[in-house]
């Protein structure tokens, strides 16, 4: 009898190991179920949120590089147009050269400079700049020849104050005009783009 008590025992015994294993591989998928296929399917939303900012990146990166282009291209062309008015104001004030041409286009269209007067100097950052005022007089035809004459001059320079006075009983127009001479540009300070 004794071998058949130890035979049930072994024979229970194995059932419980069986029944232990079980529950242990039972234990491990539930485990498995709420622990590592909760990791796995965080990570995939965290992911799938990821792609989604990635691609929104995308698309707004191809808009910054269009944008960034098209930018670079317009720095270029004022830059340009900026060193080409650079090109077009002096390193000082000649004004008697400006002076010279003024009195050359008033003489080919028939007007009469009376009289020339060097104003204000003003010094700025990024250049300086000269106040001139000259009277003079002429007909109508003298007036338009001389200002469109002006209009080809290559310096930079202004009409600041112009009045031309309309006489009741001549077709002569008395000028009083002030023009701003520019000269000595310089790049602004503190313009470096790095």
């Known amino acids: 009898m004794s071998g058949d008590s130890n035979d049930r025992k072994l024979m229970a015994l194995g059932w419980l190991f069986h029944l232990g294993g079980l ?12 622990v590592i296929s909760g990791l796995i399917t965080r990570q995939q939303s965290d992911n799938d949120a990821e792609i989604a900012r990635l691609e929104t990146l995308l698309e707004t990166e191809q808009d910054v590089g269009s944008d960034f ?8 062309r004022l830059e340009a147009s900026a060193e080409a008015a650079r090109q077009r104001i002096p390193e000082t004030a000649q004004e008697s050269e400006y002076l010279a041409q003024i009195s050359s286009a008033a003489k080919t269209n028939g007007l009469s400079i009376n009289n020339f007067t060097r104003g204000a100097v003003t010094v700025l950052g990024t250049h300086s700049q000269l106040q001139i005022r000259l009277t003079g007089e002429g007909d109508y035809a003298a007036l338009c020849g001389f200002f ?3 209009s080809t001059f ?8 112009m009045s031309i006075t309309i006489p009741s009983s001549s077709e002569i127009y008395p000028l ?8 000595g540009a310089r790049a602004p300070q503190g313009g470096d783009r790095g």
Do not use: I
């Open 148 to 150: 469109k004459e002006m």
């Open 69 to 76: 282009s098209r930018l670079r291209a317009e720095l270029a």
């Open 154 to 161: 290559s310096r930079v320079a202004t009409v600041s104050q």
């Open 176 to 183: 009083d005009m002030t023009m701003t001479l520019y000269y």
């Open 23 to 34: 529950a242990s591989l039972l234990l491990g998928a539930c485990a498995y179920q709420f």
